[in-house]
T-cell receptor
Framework: GAVVSQHPSWVICKSGTSVKIECRSL??????MFWYRQFPKQSLMLMAT?????????EQGVEKDKFLINHASLTLSTLTVTSAHPEDSSFYIC???????????FGQGTRLTVV | DAKTTQPTSMDCAEGRAANLPCNHS???????VYWYRQIHSQGPQYIIH???NNETNEMASLIITEDRKSSTLILPHATLRDTAVYYC???????????FGKGTHLIIQP
């Protein structure tokens, strides 16, 4: 398999602050990474596609100015939740594939709690 | 729209084979069937995938019907650690994210 790592595993922040979540592919390079969000007792929902060296592509209904994505290298994508509010509290998960169209490997997820 | 249908939950006795069905009657010719599982509060884990032929790896077997309208994931000797939500997903093999349905909550009973 392949290893995708997220940091931090959990974070608590105050309302109005920003939080950055990192997603790294540890043993392969990924030109594309994906960010998902999962609310309690619900399934994963794709938020955006992170493309190395270019702008991210956001799913309908996801605010690009609130969820900033940067994919500056072939092994790192970051998701910044800006001006976080309690309704942004969720489980954020990233994934990457060794090659486009092959199986995806997921990070362990980041539990964000906004108080 | 997940485009696959799975039972909401299933029970299986420890040590027995767990057979998880999935219906994907509108699957396209170029779409693969992928299976992932998610243990509580963790990221999903890849299990297996296939196009037409049955597949087997160290984790599971995947049986795809000849018309490709349904498939079954088989965990040959279920353990308590196999308790998880199992997702059956269609994917065209492009550089797109995955569409997750609600999956099947498999509970392995001691």
């Amino acid at each position: 398999g392949a290893v995708v790592s997220q940091h931090p595993s959990w974070v608590i922040c105050k309302s109005g602050t920003s939080v950055k979540i990192e997603c790294r592919s540890l043993d392969f390079q990924a030109t594309t990474m994906f960010w998902y969000r999962q609310f309690p007792k619900q399934s994963l929902m794709l938020m955006a596609t992170s493309n190395e060296g270019s702008k991210a592509t956001y799913e309908q209904g996801v605010e690009k100015d609130k969820f900033l994505i940067n994919h500056a290298s072939l092994t790192l994508s970051t998701l910044t939740v800006t001006s976080a509010h309690p309704e942004d509290s969720s489980f954020y998960i990233c994934s990457a594939s060794k090659q486009a169209g092959t199986e995806a490997f997921f990070g362990q997820g980041t539990r964000l709690t906004v108080v | 729209d997940a485009k696959t249908t799975q039972p909401t939950s299933m029970d299986c006795a420890e040590g027995r084979a767990a057979n998880l069905p999935c219906n994907h009657s509108t699957i396209s010719g170029n779409e693969y069937v992928y299976w992932y599982r998610q243990i509580h509060s963790q990221g999903p884990q890849y299990i297996i995938h296939g196009l037409k032929n049955n597949e087997t790896n160290e984790m599971a077997s995947l049986i795809i019907t000849e018309d490709r309208k349904s498939s079954t994931l088989i965990l040959p000797h279920a353990t308590l650690r196999d308790t998880a939500v199992y997702y059956c997903i269609r994917s065209g093999g492009g550089a797109d994210g995955l569409t997750f349905g609600k999956g099947t909550h498999l509970i392995i009973q001691p």
